[in-house]
């Protein structure tokens, strides 16, 4: 038997828009998890997969191909030299991170099923490929993601990520803690980054504009946290939410828990991920974290807890 785990992760900075060329910051979240287990499983040519969170069984070489759990055995496999007929195995998955949620659950659950592939079948696989297969299951999961979630699920440090460039993992000049809160609201991805893009389409110049200052946020959140300001990130954080209510990603849901981590002291607050619905992040002293949980808890987050980065 060999296991894979994979951490969830929360974008602080920047979501939307570096699906069009912008910067963007993430980082790990730890607290939920992701975790594949294989076992060989005699007898029985190929792979099936026990999604045990979704009741799910998955016969990898009869799935269809836009599968994306089946289509990423198949890569992996393919990369270790493998091919489905070839092996014999069961992989059971479990995770504690809520799908749809903009907790990057996707990505990781892919990564703890690669990770315990290659620990099963003694292989090793270095982080820019096992971030590269990952990313091709991210595009059966979102249809046209940036890379954010697999680059900071498989390198598991906080990242500063545009498209097309070298992954840049950032030093965290001072430690600062995070409240997420679930609106307990699926929200799908994929269908709110077409909305934006349709948006764009139809006003290129006024989208590209509000791109372009999301970015400028994430570069100043970069430089914040670079060199230990963490005052600095909750108004950051607040002017990213101010803009990605312009995009028409929010809800009343994620407002209501931005408008209740305030008042439980934090001192900024956004949306996380694709929005209209799915996680809220808040920036809390350690002192106000238990005040924010309880606001958040009020005001009908079906889950909060408190994440430490750095
Ligand atoms: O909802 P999540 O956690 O998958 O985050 C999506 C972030 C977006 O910028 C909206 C899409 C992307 O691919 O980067």
Not at 88 to 108: D, E, H, K, M, W
Not at 126 to 141: M, N, P, R
Not at 245 to 269: H, K, M, W
Request: charged share 25%.
């Amino acid at each position: 038997m060999a296991e894979g785990r994979a951490p969830g992760k929360v974008i602080l900075f920047g979501e939307h828009a570096v699906v069009h060329g912008r910067p963007a910051i993430a980082v790990p979240v730890m607290e939920v998890q992701a975790r594949a287990q294989v076992i060989d499983s005699p007898g029985r040519r190929g792979v099936t997969i026990h999604a045990e969170d979704i009741g799910q069984v998955i016969d990898v070489a009869n799935a269809p191909q836009d599968e994306p759990l089946s289509a990423t055995v198949r890569l992996a496999l393919a990369r270790l030299g493998f091919r489905v007929g070839d092996v014999q195995l069961q992989v059971t998955l479990r995770s504690s991170i809520p799908v749809a949620s903009g907790l990057g659950s996707g990505a990781a659950v892919a990564t703890a099923l690669v990770r315990a592939l290659c620990a099963h079948l003694g292989r090793a696989m270095d982080a820019a490929t096992l971030s590269a297969v990952v990313y091709e299951t991210e595009k059966l999961f979102h249809g046209t993601p940036s890379g954010i979630d697999n680059t900071t699920v498989v390198f598991e440090q906080p990242v500063y990520f545009c498209q097309g460039q070298p992954i840049r993992t950032l030093k965290v000049g001072r430690p600062f803690w995070l409240a997420i809160a679930d609106t307990g609201v699926p929200s799908l991805t994929k269908v709110a980054v077409a909305d934006v893009r349709a948006a764009l389409e139809r006003e290129p110049e006024r989208y590209g504009r509000l791109f372009d200052e999301i970015g400028m946020v994430a570069d100043r959140g970069r430089r914040a946290i670079e060199e230990g300001r963490t005052e600095s990130l909750g108004p950051l954080m607040d002017e990213n939410q101010d803009l990605l209510r312009r995009l028409d990603v929010s809800s009343p849901e994620l407002e209501a828990l931005i408008a209740a981590a305030r008042r439980g002291g934090a001192q900024g607050a956004k949306l996380s991920g694709g929005g209209r619905g799915g996680n809220m992040i808040a920036l809390v002293q350690a002192a106000d974290a238990d005040r924010v949980q309880a606001e958040c808890l009020a005001a009908g987050a079906k889950r909060v807890f408190v994440t430490k980065v750095g």
